[in-house]
């Protein structure tokens, strides 16, 4: 007879590993399933061409919980982040840019350029959001709390929320109210009057999200994406050394130090369900594994209407998981180049190069690569971010080579032609992104030996992410806290009894933050159902 575990987890991603290590460090037998050839889901660093290694999906680290770090002794783990200190807007023309950098006089200085007002209020807009930061911080690390619930455990999680409400002050409520229901946009035109810096703040409010900069509910995901946070140091964001993947190795080694087994070629099929409860899984080759729980590292839409599957759900639960939002709006481009892409010689020094790079020259600009998305078509003109991670991690690439990836916005899953039409459009999307970056990189053609092209559609069938949605499902307002994935499961449980949840289409959501997988399995052990 095959043994019979604790837990199964369904996905070797970053969150399915962490909930791994934290149920086998409490001495539970834990099974981890990954259905491709390599650990990491999204988070995976990838050989894809002959001595060039990619980040192939997420390609930076900002939101990982530094407890996590401490708690799973991920450092003896090899997990090692080599943080930003630069973030870079080059303009049209042969402008110097603007590169904003973590000593913020620098930074000051450099805004100075295109707006004195704004350059004066630059280091009080940088408090303001960091005390915003400190509030999601303690949402982010705790379970969200039921609203409709009576029960005092949910009601004393509802009065410590309260508290840190209270403790704002009233100032800063009514500036925590506008970040909820404001665009990015709008949120920016309170601070700043330079359209050039608004640019490149902006777009962090759309990352993951089908709007535009002008819609409201942004302002929220600028806050999503402004708390990064490293070593407990706000507003860091930071290269994993050896790509991405090196966060979810980590993780993986942590879990299995504790004794956790990890399996990968192991595509689960379905979860089996006997009676209104979760017995075990089984495995795409037939294969049945018992086990007391089962932990879903996949999306909503695959959990809900793939491993447990219509049938076994209440209509209305199954009509919620069909409302709830993927809609996937980004590629990603990866190139293998022979050499440097200087995105502005004029300064010398490649120092400004050693973060991220943002191609929005204005606002006007990224809501015109809305527009086309708005009709189902890629933008020919897209927001891109983009890093050049092997000036900082030699190790990327071969000698006097480097790696660069970009990540694009907007490429809408469903397009017109319809979203299978995708792979005929794989590589006219490429030349768009290369295109662009001609405009402030003449030379990019010459320098391009490979070229990796990502569109939404190979994000879902290469991954696992339904529509290509990079955060399993949209960081709107009505999709988080109680309401993620949907109002009644929002604590990491699902209606099938010992059936559990722990990727980013639960609370708090996504990016490499490892929250997830966290909280789902302290929430496990918390009510000890193994």
């Not at 020259?361 to 708005?374: F, G, H, I, L």
Request: proline fraction near 5%; include cysteine.
């Amino acid at each position: 007879m095959s043994k019979k575990y604790d837990a199964i987890v369904i996905g070797g991603g970053h969150n399915g590993l962490i909930n791994a290590a934290y149920l086998a460090k409490a001495d539970r037998s834990v099974l981890v399933l990954e259905k491709r050839h390599i650990l990491g889901g999204a988070a995976v660093s990838e050989e894809v061409f002959p001595g060039f290694t990619f980040s192939v999906a997420s390609y930076v680290v900002s939101l990982f919980r530094p407890h996590i770090v401490r708690e799973l002794n991920l450092a003896q783990h090899g997990y090692d982040i080599i943080p930003m200190d630069a973030s870079f807007q080059p303009l049209p023309g042969g402008d110097l840019g603007l590169c904003r950098w973590g000593d913020s006089a620098l930074s000051r200085r450099e805004i100075t350029r295109f707006s004195k007002k704004d350059s004066e209020v630059y280091g009080e807009f940088s408090k303001v959001m960091t005390h915003m930061a400190k509030l999601a911080k303690e949402v982010i690390d705790h379970p969200a709390p039921d609203v409709a619930s009576i029960n005092p455990k949910e009601l004393s999680a509802l009065l410590r929320m309260g508290k840190v409400f209270k403790n704002l002050g009233p100032e800063l409520l009514q500036m925590n109210t506008k970040l909820l229901t404001m665009s990015s946009v709008d949120f920016l035109d309170l601070w700043f009057e330079s359209e050039v810096l608004k640019g490149p703040m902006a777009v962090s409010g759309i990352i993951g999200t089908y709007l535009g900069v002008r819609s409201p509910g942004t302002a929220y995901v600028l806050l999503h994406h402004y708390m990064g946070e490293l070593d407990g140091a706000f507003r860091s964001w930071g290269f994993s050394k050896g790509g991405t993947g090196g966060v979810s190795q980590a993780c993986a080694s942590a879990a299995r130090s504790f004794g956790a087994e990890i399996r990968t070629n192991a595509g689960v099929a379905q979860v089996k369900i006997k009676n209104g409860r979760a017995t075990g899984v089984v495995l795409e080759n037939g294969d049945e594994i018992d086990a007391k729980i089962v932990v879903s590292n996949l999306d909503p839409n695959r959990t809900y209407l793939k491993m447990i599957g219509e049938d076994n759900l209440p209509d209305e639960v199954t009509a919620e998981i069909k409302r709830f939002k993927l809609r996937g709006s980004s590629g990603k481009v990866n190139f293998a180049l022979s050499g440097v892409p200087n995105f502005c010689k004029q300064r010398g020094s490649l120092d400004f190069m050693k973060g991220d790079i943002a191609i929005v020259p204005n606002v006007d600009y990224v809501e015109r690569a809305y527009d086309q998305a708005k009709y189902g078509e890629f933008s020919e003109r897209p927001y891109i971010n983009i890093v050049v991670p092997s000036l900082t991690d030699p190790t990327l690439a071969p000698p006097g080579k480097h790696v660069m990836s970009c990540f694009v916005q907007y490429a809408p899953y469903k397009i017109k032609e319809g979203a299978d039409h995708w792979p005929q459009l794989r590589e006219k999307f490429g030349d768009a992104v290369q295109e662009t970056i001609k405009e402030y990189v003449p030379d990019i053609d010459s320098l391009v030996e490979h070229r990796q092209v990502l569109t939404p559609w190979d994000l879902q069938e290469t991954f696992g992410l339904t529509e290509g949605n990079i955060f399993q499902g949209e960081l709107t307002l009505e999709q988080l806290l109680f309401q993620r994935p949907i109002a009644g499961y929002a604590k990491y449980k699902t209606p099938i009894e010992n059936l559990w949840m722990s990727g980013s289409g639960t609370h708090p959501g996504g990016g490499i933050m490892g929250s997830g997988g966290e909280l789902s399995a302290k929430s496990i052990l918390k009510e000890r159902v193994i």
